[in-house]
């Protein structure tokens, strides 16, 4: 509770109330301004997540007071996304998502996790709502898919040092106030200083991924005096475009990275990247990390000893 309280209020928007009482109780865990439950047998990662979870609800949404039987997104979701941060910098992360948890349910993995959400034919958007989402999707789509929907802001289009201070500036703006998805949808992007729109749309509006293709490689051998080039192909094959890293590695070990931004595929579908080359690459990654919730991972790398020339 301690944590949850100081770590929130530091981060986010400090603690208004005097007081905070969790009570073990023979429900589930629930909210209130100052009170929240949880089970009284809840042990470990879940006495963490639920206390943590049920305390968060004093920022979404009884400080940021947004309608959550409309839109739980904004309730049950952006709550979820600041816990995930609690457990991490709870005991250096010894409640962080693992399989099970709150926040990535199967794996522990958002980016692997989310992909059948995302996928289902049957499952329902974001800004659905909260009444006509089915029990079997609320967790998933609500909870989860909410918070990886802010996570994917933070972490892959926007960066903590754009993300957190728009964030925050959108709770102090919105505290004791009741804004709706289009309040949070415009200040988010007038506050980061970019045209979300994509993103909103993508991501709420609509359950639309990413899908990326490398599309084979060309080396352009150095003109007198001159560094060799590579020339890698990247297609795209999905409707939201998030900002996806290029990876070239070299025989001598070292790699060049290239973030290819989501305006870059405004006008195309296929790019063409130029790298000053070190020789022959030995491999040619897309999303390197696995960061990205691609569905589809095949042509995602590229030995180039193996593979053809387009
Ligand atoms: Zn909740």
Do not use: C
């Amino acid at each position: 509770m301690k944590h949850a309280i100081e770590y929130f209020s530091s981060q986010w928007y400090p603690y208004p109330w005097p007081n905070a009482v969790n009570l073990g109780g023979h429900g589930a865990g629930m909210e209130y301004p100052g009170i929240v439950f949880d089970g009284w047998q809840d042990k470990n990662d879940l006495l963490f997540w639920i206390t943590t979870h049920e305390l968060g609800h004093g920022w979404f949404p009884m400080i940021v007071g947004s309608n959550e039987r409309r839109h739980a997104f904004m309730d049950e979701g952006f709550n979820t996304f600041i816990d995930a941060y609690a457990s991490q910098h709870f005991n250096h992360g010894e409640y962080a998502p693992k399989k099970d948890a709150e926040y990535a349910p199967q794996t522990g993995d958002p980016a692997k996790d989310i992909v059948p959400v995302l996928t289902a034919p049957d499952a329902p958007t974001l800004m659905m709502p909260a009444e006509l989402v089915p029990e079997k999707y609320r967790h998933k789509v609500t909870y989860f898919k909410g918070a990886y929907g802010l996570t994917l802001l933070r972490e892959k289009i926007l960066g903590p040092e754009r993300f957190d201070p728009a964030f925050r500036a959108y709770i102090r703006t919105w505290a004791f106030k009741h804004p709706t998805p289009s309040d949070f949808f415009r200040f988010m992007s007038s506050e980061a200083g970019e045209d979300l729109t994509w993103f909103w749309r993508g991501w709420y509006f609509e359950n639309w991924w990413p899908q990326y293709r490398l599309d084979g490689f060309v080396q352009n051998p150095a003109s007198q005096g001159g560094e060799n080039t590579v020339t890698v192909g990247v297609r795209n094959e999905g409707k939201l475009m998030l900002p996806v890293l290029l990876r070239v590695t070299w025989q001598d070990g070292t790699h060049t990275e290239r973030l290819i931004p989501t305006e870059a595929w405004m006008l195309h579908d296929r790019l063409s990247l130029s790298f000053p080359g070190h020789g022959t690459p030995t491999t040619i990654a897309l999303d390197p990390n696995q960061g990205l919730p691609i569905p589809d991972r095949r042509g995602l790398i590229l030995i180039p000893e193996t593979s053809t020339h387009p």
